[in-house]
């Protein structure tokens, strides 16, 4: 269980020498951070740089840091940040336990690792759909198992790129108890980019407006 | 990764290092038991570079590979060629770099013109022929083309192979008498237009073809038996060019344009486009009237008083890297089985080099086979005419090169 | 995994260095035997003497002519067709069938297409068969000299048919990138005619883009050797196959004639681009006016007519080629004037059986090994993009291009004076990788576009959840781009396949293929077997493409996003 805080320190992104955006900010776990903004304003791009992607043609100063440690030195891979898009972005070459067990960290045995798949789409109302092809799934489905399979990663801090955009309304406040539920649960600090006041509001955290 | 790549470069680009010589020099395979020849030949590969032009004969050669595989553990490689000039020139080129002994071509099928130019240059390993078993099966005191080529005497610097002669052949359907004669071809070619031609000179057909009208066409045909220097080379050709230029304009492609060799000639008549070819094989016609490539009416004749004729060879290059197993090779070649499946018409239908008189019964009856209606009358190939000397068939392919080459 | 990263950062310079090292090495192998020097051939001193005998060799002029002539007229007569053919039928309903037929077209060898064609058009082909006697009263086949006649319009006519499709496809991936479906609209929206609305709205954005390309089809068109043995002259033969003729003469001098004809040959070739690019600069001039003069209707008819007419009739003779090799290859003793082959027998398949192995293992096993690495070294380069985050720059795309560039038989050559040079022997090692030299341009163009696009949120999802880039690439990119990838396989295949020099050259005449024979057997031999070996070249393609759009179904068949195509 994570218990330390995300901090963003003096981060400033260039884009071919014109700034672009510059934020300092301090998330505490299981707190959410909303950074609101019409599009272009580079939001999504610092969402990028926390995670480890910036694209070609952007710079980036600052530090952020994660407890003690600095995450500018990680590889992504190495930062261990779930990363939630406004598509589920379920590999279609594997079925549903294979896009779970992608997440999940090496070791256990095959039993083992097959077991926690099925715990894990126990605990999110799709038991026994292991093998489906992703593709048969319903929106709400998806949105369930992409959550799932960044949770069973066991991330430090949760980053959220407009998470709920595409999901009907219905769905989407359905979708959002349950993401926040269990970044309050687990004590995750996170980092969400949105343009949806009602997305802020049902996170309950500070809003940065940009 | 990259190293090994680059080195996987450098070997396609850089030398794999010089192959030590072998033990065996080539004079004690010269004086070596049969037995020996054949122990020693168990395990190599023969790269043998013959014409691959007609798939009939590489058919036949593949048979050939098979039967040494099973017999000798010996394997044959068919390196087909074109042209074996292309073979020769990679010989020389091997010389050229110090390759004495390791060379890429064990055994070659070669036309008499070829064999002069190596044998002046001593690119051939022998005299082996004699040292062949298989060798007396030709009667060669009785059967003396069997010891010369183009001319030349073998000097059992190549093996006897095979026997050819230029044979006409025509769809009796179209063609009711065929000419009989040089002079009735002109005048049958000006009554039919664009129904005759002949292979590209310096194609081996289309010179032979040459050779033939200049035999009928000159004076004294002994002089032609002389190197070409001690006569007046255009006083006697000349016959030969009036005669080419009265013909010519007559011929398919009004002769501006020529077939490639005997198989587009082939190919010209199963189309219909000619209605009189000929061949340097006289169980060709035959065999393709089989393969359905020409009608079942074809026939075939030699002109009257003879057509050019000879005994097809192979030879060993001086610095052959399996010379024991070339020797086991061509004595294959001149066995009573090689030799007599050779002949039928359905495999290839190439005429034997062995006198019958030395085959016992059995062996005989392999060669008896009823003819077929395409294949010469059996009395028809015995007017052969003498090859000319050698010269004079380099200074025809030259000068028809300036008076017809660029057309 | 950091080795990971550093091996995939050497891909694009091995690959640069496959293209490259070949190319200039061979030029490098052939200028010095064109002014004397090979000591393996006993060359030893600097001379002119080679070019004296090159400039005197009777034809030299006609030879030359030769190669410019059908070199730049297939090119233009490509060009022209393919532009018609799209500014007739792109959005339109006929369009999708015209793709579907010529797509598949592509994927016939050189050779194959030519044989073909040349069984079509002869006086005895199935052309004149078809109006004989009862239209043209011919009973016996006209005298007319085609394939092989002197100007070079069989071989012009051949290569135009070939490379069709070839630049199709290649404008067809280049028309999203100028939104021609954009343009389109716009100019029919503004009353221009489909065919102005095209050539005068779409076609001065599509040129740039398929400039390469066209030069790669001038390149080949002017010195290629299968195509020219086959449907060219033979006395004097375009200047190409002459130089092949004098690499092989006994007479070691005509060597380095030969060198020298190479390099002649790379000049006739940058020449011949010379003049297409003198033409480009003059239309862009002269059709500036052209382009603005508002006129939306000009000439609209007859454009279209033009366009229909070629269009089917490229489809329609390439087609019947291919049929008729079918027919041959299935024909007994086959008369003039009979349309229709009767008896059919099997007879020429039986004989091909017994000689067809070792072409067709050596076809397959070279034509494996070389799209292998030409695949591997193209994931390389395009995964190699990934990490430095920006694609090849335009010096290396150039480069990409290179062996198309460059006329096969001026390096080729060179590498064999290598080979001669060092002692090394001919054979397969070294005719896989000249095979591969060819193939990978192929692969790569053909697999560039769907890696790059590939959404990069699929390896941000796969990295952010703890994947290495060795993971993220082999469980990721890999399995996601198994169509295209098997495509682009497929595509290098049928290259590899294709080849004849490389193979004659490289393998001293040692390794025969498919391709090598069928061109030997048709030179002269018998119709039913060169049917039967072009048949069976041109099936290895076939089944390469086949496999390559079957095995991803049954791969993914429970995969349904992955049948889809939206996965890039």
């Given at each position: 269980?994570?218990?330390?805080?995300?901090?963003?320190?003096?981060?400033?992104?260039?884009?071919?020498?014109h700034?672009l955006?510059?934020?300092?900010?301090?998330?505490?776990?299981?707190e959410?951070?909303?950074?609101?903004?019409?599009?272009?304003?580079?939001k999504?791009?610092l969402?990028?740089?926390?995670?480890?992607?910036?694209?070609?043609?952007f710079?980036?100063s600052?530090?952020i840091?994660?407890?003690?440690?600095d995450?500018?030195?990680?590889?992504?891979?190495?930062?261990?940040?779930?990363?939630?898009?406004?598509?589920?972005?379920?590999?279609?070459?594997?079925d549903?336990?294979?896009?779970?067990?992608?997440?999940?960290?090496?070791?256990?045995?095959r039993?083992?690792?097959?077991?926690?798949?099925?715990?894990a789409l126990?605990?999110?109302?799709?038991?026994?759909?292991?093998?489906?092809?992703?593709?048969?799934?319903?929106?709400?489905?998806?949105?369930?198992v992409?959550?799932?399979?960044?949770l069973l990663?066991?991330?430090?801090?949760?980053?959220?790129?407009?998470?709920?955009?595409?999901?009907?309304t219905?769905?989407?406040?359905e979708?959002?108890?349950?993401?926040?539920?269990?970044?309050?649960?687990?004590?995750?600090?996170?980092?969400?980019?949105?343009?949806?006041?009602?997305?802020?509001?049902?996170?309950?955290?500070?809003?940065?407006?940009? | 990764?990259s190293?090994?790549?680059?080195?996987?470069?450098?070997?396609?680009?850089?030398?794999?290092?010089p192959?030590p010589?072998?033990a065996?020099?080539?004079q004690?395979?010269l004086?070596?038991?049969?037995?020996?020849?054949e122990?020693?030949?168990?395990?190599?590969?023969v790269?043998?570079?013959?014409?691959?032009g007609?798939?009939?004969?590489?058919?036949?050669?593949g048979?050939?590979?098979?039967?040494?595989?099973?017999?000798?553990?010996?394997?044959?490689?068919?390196?087909?060629?074109?042209?074996?000039?292309?073979?020769?020139?990679?010989?020389?080129?091997e010389?050229?770099?110090?390759?004495d002994?390791a060379?890429?071509?064990?055994?070659?099928w070669i036309?008499?013109?070829?064999?002069?130019?190596m044998?002046?240059?001593?690119?051939?390993?022998?005299p082996?022929?004699?040292?062949?078993p298989?060798?007396?099966?030709?009667?060669?005191?009785d059967?003396?083309?069997?010891?010369?080529?183009f001319?030349?005497?073998t000097?059992g610097?190549?093996?006897?192979?095979?026997?050819?002669?230029?044979?006409?052949?025509?769809?009796?359907?179209?063609?009711e008498?065929p000419?009989?004669n040089?002079?009735e071809?002109?005048s049958?070619?000006?009554?039919h237009?664009g129904?005759?031609?002949?292979?590209?000179?310096?194609?081996?057909l289309?010179?032979?073809?040459?050779?033939?009208v200049?035999?009928?066409?000159?004076?004294?045909?002994?002089?032609?038996?002389?190197?070409?220097s001690?006569?007046?080379v255009?006083?006697?050709?000349?016959?030969?060019?009036?005669?080419l230029?009265?013909?010519?304009?007559h011929?398919?492609?009004?002769?501006?344009?020529?077939?490639?060799?005997?198989?587009?000639?082939?190919?010209?008549m199963?189309d219909?486009?000619?209605?009189?070819?000929f061949?340097?094989n006289?169980?060709?016609?035959?065999?393709?009237?089989?393969?359905?490539?020409?009608?079942?009416?074809?026939?075939?004749y030699?002109?009257?008083?003879?057509?050019?004729?000879n005994?097809?060879?192979?030879?060993?290059?001086f610095?052959?890297?399996?010379?024991?197993?070339?020797?086991?090779l061509?004595?294959?070649?001149?066995?009573?089985?090689?030799?007599?499946?050779?002949?039928d018409?359905?495999?290839w239908?190439?005429?034997?080099v062995?006198?019958?008189r030395?085959?016992?019964?059995?062996?005989r009856?392999?060669?008896?086979g009823?003819?077929?209606?395409?294949?010469?009358?059996?009395?028809?190939l015995?007017?052969v005419?003498?090859?000319?000397?050698?010269?004079w068939?380099?200074?025809?392919e030259?000068?028809?090169?300036?008076?017809?080459?660029?057309? | 995994?950091p080795?990971?990263?550093?091996?995939?950062?050497?891909?694009?310079t091995?690959?640069?260095?496959?293209?490259?090292?070949?190319?200039?090495?061979?030029?490098?192998?052939?200028?010095?035997?064109?002014?004397g020097?090979h000591?393996?051939?006993?060359g030893?001193?600097?001379?002119?003497?080679h070019?004296q005998a090159?400039?005197n060799?009777?034809?030299?002029?006609?030879?030359?002519?030769?190669?410019?002539f059908?070199?730049?007229a297939?090119?233009?007569?490509?060009?022209?067709?393919v532009?018609?053919?799209?500014?007739?039928?792109l959005?339109?309903?006929?369009?999708?069938?015209?793709?579907r037929?010529?797509?598949?077209?592509?994927?016939?060898?050189?050779?194959?297409?030519?044989?073909?064609?040349?069984?079509?058009?002869t006086p005895?082909?199935?052309?004149?068969?078809?109006?004989?006697?009862?239209?043209?009263?011919?009973?016996y086949p006209?005298?007319?000299l085609?394939?092989?006649?002197?100007?070079?319009l069989?071989?012009?006519?051949?290569?135009?048919?070939?490379e069709?499709?070839?630049?199709?496809?290649?404008?067809?991936a280049?028309l999203?990138q100028?939104?021609?479906?954009e343009r389109?609209?716009?100019?029919?929206?503004?009353?221009?005619?489909r065919?102005?609305a095209?050539?005068?709205?779409?076609?001065?954005?599509?040129?740039p883009?398929?400039?390469?390309?066209?030069?790669?089809?001038?390149?080949?068109a002017?010195?290629?050797?299968?195509?020219?043995?086959?449907?060219?002259p033979?006395t004097?033969p375009?200047?190409?196959?002459?130089?092949?003729?004098?690499?092989?003469?006994?007479?070691?001098?005509?060597?380095?004639?030969?060198?020298a004809g190479?390099l002649?040959q790379?000049?006739?070739?940058?020449?011949a681009?010379?003049?297409?690019?003198?033409?480009?600069?003059?239309?862009?001039?002269?059709?500036?006016?052209?382009?603005r003069?508002?006129?939306?209707?000009?000439?609209e008819?007859l454009?279209?007519?033009?366009?229909?007419l070629?269009?089917?009739?490229?489809i329609?003779?390439l087609?019947?080629?291919?049929?008729?090799?079918?027919?041959?290859?299935?024909?007994?003793?086959w008369p003039f004037?009979?349309?229709?082959?009767?008896?059919?027998?099997?007879?020429?398949w039986?004989?091909?059986?017994?000689?067809?192995?070792?072409?067709?293992?050596?076809t397959?096993t070279?034509?494996?090994?070389?799209t292998?690495?030409?695949?591997?070294?193209?994931?390389?380069c395009?995964?190699?993009?990934?990490?430095?985050?920006?694609?090849?720059?335009?010096?290396a795309?150039?480069?990409?291009?290179l062996?198309?560039?460059?006329?096969?038989?001026?390096?080729?050559?060179?590498?064999?004076?290598?080979?001669?040079?060092?002692?090394?022997?001919?054979?397969?090692p070294?005719?896989?990788l000249?095979?591969?030299?060819?193939?990978l341009?192929?692969?790569?163009?053909?697999?560039?576009?769907?890696y790059r696009?590939?959404?990069?949120?699929?390896?941000?999802?796969?990295?952010?959840?703890?994947a290495?880039?060795?993971?993220?690439?082999?469980?990721i990119?890999?399995?996601?781009?198994t169509?295209p990838?098997?495509?682009?396989?497929?595509?290098?295949?049928?290259?590899?396949?294709?080849?004849?020099?490389?193979?004659?050259?490289?393998?001293?005449?040692?390794l025969?293929?498919?391709?090598t024979?069928a061109?030997?057997?048709?030179?002269?031999?018998?119709?039913?077997?060169?049917?039967?070996?072009?048949?069976?070249?041109l099936?290895?393609?076939?089944?390469?493409?086949?496999?390559a759009?079957?095995?991803?179904r049954?791969?993914?068949?429970?995969?349904?996003?992955?049948?889809?195509?939206?996965?890039?």
């Amino acid at each position: 269980m994570s218990t330390a805080t995300l901090r963003l320190e003096e981060i400033v992104i260039t884009h071919d020498g014109h700034p672009l955006i510059e934020v300092s900010a301090s998330v505490a776990p299981g707190e959410v951070l909303t950074l609101m903004g019409p599009s272009g304003v580079g939001k999504s791009t610092l969402l990028a740089h926390v995670a480890g992607f910036l694209p070609l043609g952007f710079r980036a100063s600052g530090h952020i840091l994660l407890g003690d440690s600095d995450l500018g030195c990680l590889p992504p891979e190495q930062r261990r940040l779930g990363l939630l898009f406004q598509d589920p972005l379920l590999f279609p070459h594997l079925d549903v336990g294979g896009n779970l067990a992608f997440g999940m960290p090496a070791g256990g045995s095959r039993r083992q690792r097959r077991e926690e798949v099925a715990t894990a789409l126990d605990d999110i109302g799709l038991a026994g759909f292991a093998e489906r092809d992703p593709a048969t799934l319903s929106g709400g489905q998806r949105a369930r198992v992409a959550l799932m399979r960044v949770l069973l990663a066991r991330p430090r801090a949760m980053l959220l790129d407009e998470p709920f955009s595409k999901l009907d309304t219905g769905l989407r406040d359905e979708m959002r108890r349950l993401v926040f539920a269990r970044v309050h649960r687990d004590g995750l600090p996170t980092l969400m980019v949105t343009h949806d006041r009602a997305d802020a509001e049902a996170a309950g955290g500070p809003i940065i407006e940009l | 990764m990259s190293r090994r790549f680059v080195l996987a470069l450098a070997l396609a680009t850089a030398s794999i290092a010089p192959i030590p010589s072998l033990a065996a020099d080539a004079q004690s395979l010269l004086e070596a038991p049969w037995s020996a020849i054949e122990r020693k030949a168990r395990g190599q590969t023969v790269y043998w570079s013959a014409w691959g032009g007609d798939p009939a004969i590489n058919r036949y050669i593949g048979w050939v590979a098979e039967r040494l595989d099973e017999r000798y553990g010996l394997d044959v490689v068919h390196v087909k060629v074109d042209d074996i000039a292309t073979t020769i020139s990679r010989i020389v080129a091997e010389r050229a770099a110090g390759n004495d002994d390791a060379g890429n071509v064990d055994l070659l099928w070669i036309n008499g013109e070829n064999f002069a130019a190596m044998k002046e240059r001593d690119l051939l390993f022998g005299p082996f022929a004699r040292r062949l078993p298989n060798f007396s099966l030709t009667a060669p005191d009785d059967n003396p083309e069997v010891l010369t080529d183009f001319t030349l005497p073998t000097e059992g610097y190549e093996s006897p192979w095979g026997k050819a002669q230029l044979t006409f052949y025509y769809d009796a359907e179209r063609l009711e008498t065929p000419p009989r004669n040089m002079s009735e071809l002109l005048s049958w070619a000006r009554e039919h237009p664009g129904r005759f031609t002949y292979p590209l000179v310096p194609d081996f057909l289309g010179t032979t073809f040459l050779k033939q009208v200049l035999l009928s066409q000159v004076e004294a045909p002994s002089v032609l038996a002389e190197p070409a220097s001690r006569h007046d080379v255009d006083a006697v050709m000349a016959p030969l060019w009036d005669y080419l230029d009265a013909l010519h304009p007559h011929l398919w492609r009004q002769g501006r344009h020529f077939p490639s060799g005997g198989p587009e000639l082939k190919r010209l008549m199963g189309d219909g486009e000619l209605s009189l070819a000929f061949t340097f094989n006289p169980a060709e016609p035959a065999a393709a009237v089989t393969d359905h490539q020409l009608p079942p009416s074809t026939r075939s004749y030699v002109l009257e008083g003879g057509t050019l004729g000879n005994v097809h060879f192979v030879a060993i290059p001086f610095n052959a890297r399996h010379k024991a197993g070339a020797m086991v090779l061509a004595n294959f070649l001149l066995s009573p089985e090689a030799q007599a499946r050779k002949l039928d018409i359905d495999v290839w239908g190439d005429p034997s080099v062995l006198d019958m008189r030395r085959l016992e019964a059995a062996e005989r009856e392999a060669f008896e086979g009823d003819r077929h209606p395409a294949s010469p009358p059996p009395d028809a190939l015995q007017r052969v005419l003498p090859e000319p000397h050698p010269s004079w068939v380099e200074a025809l392919e030259a000068q028809w090169q300036v008076r017809y080459g660029d057309s | 995994m950091p080795s990971f990263v550093t091996a995939i950062r050497t891909a694009p310079t091995v690959a640069l260095a496959l293209l490259i090292l070949p190319v200039l090495l061979g030029l490098a192998g052939v200028v010095a035997p064109a002014f004397g020097w090979h000591p393996a051939l006993g060359g030893e001193t600097w001379t002119l003497a080679h070019w004296q005998a090159l400039g005197n060799t009777p034809g030299l002029v006609d030879m030359i002519r030769l190669s410019l002539f059908t070199g730049l007229a297939s090119a233009l007569a490509t060009f022209g067709i393919v532009a018609l053919c799209l500014a007739t039928f792109l959005e339109t309903r006929a369009f999708g069938a015209i793709r579907r037929l010529l797509s598949p077209l592509l994927a016939v060898p050189h050779a194959a297409a030519a044989i073909g064609l040349a069984f079509l058009l002869t006086p005895s082909g199935l052309a004149s068969r078809l109006v004989s006697p009862w239209l043209s009263g011919w009973v016996y086949p006209p005298d007319y000299l085609f394939p092989g006649d002197s100007l070079g319009l069989a071989l012009a006519l051949g290569l135009t048919l070939k490379e069709i499709p070839f630049l199709l496809l290649m404008s067809l991936a280049a028309l999203p990138q100028c939104r021609a479906g954009e343009r389109l609209m716009m100019a029919r929206a503004l009353g221009y005619g489909r065919i102005n609305a095209f050539l005068k709205g779409v076609l001065p954005a599509l040129y740039p883009l398929i400039r390469l390309p066209l030069y790669a089809v001038i390149v080949f068109a002017t010195a290629n050797i299968e195509v020219a043995m086959i449907l060219g002259p033979s006395t004097p033969p375009p200047l190409a196959v002459a130089v092949v003729r004098w690499l092989g003469d006994p007479d070691l001098a005509m060597r380095f004639q030969a060198a020298a004809g190479a390099l002649l040959q790379l000049g006739v070739t940058a020449g011949a681009l010379l003049i297409w690019w003198l033409g480009e600069r003059l239309v862009s001039r002269l059709a500036a006016g052209w382009l603005r003069d508002g006129h939306r209707l000009r000439g609209e008819r007859l454009g279209r007519g033009i366009g229909s007419l070629t269009t089917w009739l490229a489809i329609g003779v390439l087609v019947a080629a291919l049929a008729g090799l079918i027919l041959w290859s299935l024909a007994g003793y086959w008369p003039f004037p009979e349309a229709w082959p009767a008896p059919l027998t099997l007879h020429a398949w039986q004989q091909a059986a017994t000689g067809l192995g070792d072409p067709l293992s050596s076809t397959v096993t070279i034509g494996l090994a070389a799209t292998a690495i030409a695949l591997v070294l193209t994931l390389g380069c395009l995964e190699a993009e990934t990490h430095r985050r920006r694609p090849l720059g335009a010096g290396a795309q150039l480069i990409l291009y290179l062996p198309l560039l460059v006329p096969q038989v001026a390096f080729l050559q060179g590498l064999v004076q290598w080979q001669a040079q060092i002692g090394l022997t001919a054979g397969w090692p070294a005719v896989m990788l000249g095979h591969a030299l060819f193939v990978l341009p192929y692969t790569f163009l053909s697999l560039a576009e769907s890696y790059r696009r590939q959404d990069p949120r699929w390896r941000q999802v796969a990295a952010s959840l703890g994947a290495s880039p060795a993971n993220v690439f082999l469980r990721i990119r890999l399995p996601m781009l198994t169509a295209p990838i098997l495509v682009a396989g497929a595509v290098g295949f049928a290259v590899s396949v294709g080849q004849y020099l490389p193979t004659v050259l490289l393998g001293g005449g040692r390794l025969t293929t498919l391709t090598t024979e069928a061109v030997n057997l048709a030179s002269g031999g018998d119709r039913r077997l060169t049917a039967v070996y072009a048949l069976f070249q041109l099936a290895l393609p076939a089944i390469g493409f086949t496999l390559a759009m079957t095995l991803p179904r049954l791969w993914w068949r429970h995969r349904r996003q992955m049948l889809s195509g939206d996965t890039a």
